[in-house]
């Protein structure tokens, strides 16, 4: 079974920047797509972006398209996820995913591994 663990949160001024990490552990296939998610307090939990891991193309909520960057690492099997000019709405907890596959989902359900989450806070 694949395990997820995420790191790199924390609190941050608007504007600043945070790059988080999703490190692998356990038995993976070259078609898998890994994403992440984030949710805040009362809220859905919302897809931010995801990459292929076998071509490295990428999807991204426009909300975050011109801000984040999600990227992989295959040599120390971790996916990134960088986000600049951060704003207070992107405070939330962020969640690293992954599914089997090549497609993208941006439904959380559709994805068959989960971490534990690490909360971004951005602050005005």
């Known amino acids: 079974q694949v395990q997820l663990v995420e790191s790199g949160g924390g609190l941050v001024q608007t504007g600043g920047s945070l790059r988080l990490s999703c490190a692998t552990s356990g038995r993976t296939f070259s078609n898998i797509v890994m994403g992440w998610f984030r949710q805040a307090p009362g809220k859905e939990r919302e897809f931010v972006a995801a990459?292929?891991?076998?071509?490295?193309?990428?999807h991204y909520v426009d909300s975050v398209k011109d801000r984040f960057t999600i990227s992989r690492d295959n040599a120390n099997n971790t996916v990134y996820l960088q986000m600049n000019s951060l704003k207070p709405e992107d405070t939330a907890v962020y969640y690293c995913?992954?599914?089997?596959?090549?497609?993208?989902?941006?439904?959380?359900?559709?994805?068959?591994?989960w971490g534990q989450g690490t909360q971004v806070t951005v602050s005005s």
């Open positions: 990459i292929r891991w076998n071509d490295g193309t990428t």
């Open positions: 995913a992954a599914k089997y596959g090549v497609l993208y989902l941006t439904n959380a359900r559709g994805y068959d591994y």
